[in-house]
């Protein structure tokens, strides 16, 4: 049976269970050309590029989302209700809003809080604060300890907004999370809608706090930590 989507177009069983989801497309083929046997290129529709591979012998789907809540929540929904997709781990980049959490610091997070009108408008919903799966996130939690690699776990803020007239500090005050991003609650939300399993692994890219941050390029190829792990991980 095929089993195409107005923005996938997988056929039925192109698709594996466990699904890495970067934002950026090029991460995408980064992450199938460094790190799967195998891989098949499934979907180049709008450039939202997939591959489908193997990770040392565990089949495994590699899929951009794009960026915002409203394209996570398109690929996202499409992935687990219409190619049965069981668990998807998102790994993206964020800005901290922590001293302690420099450049290329490992965040994954236990909840995504956002003012966003997301879930209120695709289910009713108003709660502001979703969860992962604790499943997930505890076998995630483990592999970083046997790898020996530093995971910071806490709350991270899921924007509507890139570029902010506001101050980050009224933002770290509103949201008490350590870093913030634009996917993660709307991934949490569609996986609870869907009883379907979701993480989110993030590296700073850049720090409010001391300024600094990364390149384009370096976003692209440069976060290998966070990549091992989610693929350790499942």
């Known amino acids: 049976m095929i089993s195409m989507t107005p923005h996938i177009e997988a ?3 192109d698709i594996a269970e466990v699904v890495i989801m970067p934002g950026d497309p090029k991460r995408a083929k980064y992450i199938a050309d460094n790190y799967l046997t195998d ?8 450039g939202m590029l997939g591959f489908t591979g193997f990770y040392k012998g565990k089949r495994v789907t590699v899929m951009a989302s794009g960026m915002g809540m409203p394209s996570m929540g398109i ?3 499409e992935l687990y209700k219409f190619y049965n997709v069981k668990k998807i781990i998102r ?10 959490l420099d450049i290329y610091s ?6 995504a809080y956002s003012d966003t009108a997301f879930a209120k408008i695709q289910n009713g919903d108003v709660s502001d604060v979703m969860k992962p799966s604790m499943k997930l996130n505890e076998e995630i939690i ?21 570029y902010s007239d506001t101050s980050y500090l009224d933002r770290k005050k509103q949201s008490q999370a350590l870093a913030v991003e634009m996917e993660s609650f709307a991934l949490f939300h569609i996986a609870k809608v869907l009883n379907r399993e979701a993480a989110c692994l993030l590296t700073v890219s850049d720090s409010f706090v001391s300024k600094k941050e990364t390149t384009s ?6 976060f290998d930590k966070m990549i091992e792990l989610a693929l350790e991980a499942i």
Do not use: H, P
């Open 11 to 13: 056929l039925d069983g």
């Open 39 to 46: 891989a098949k290129c499934i979907n180049e529709v709008r």
């Open 75 to 77: 690929y996202s929904y």
């Open 91 to 100: 790994v993206g980049s964020c800005g901290s809003y922590d001293e302690k």
């Open 106 to 111: 490992l965040i994954l997070a236990s909840e």
């Open 142 to 162: 483990a592999k970083a300890k046997e790898m020996n690699f530093d995971l910071t776990v806490g709350r991270i803020y899921s924007s509507d907004v890139f």
């Open 217 to 222: 390029q370096e976003r692209e190829t440069s």
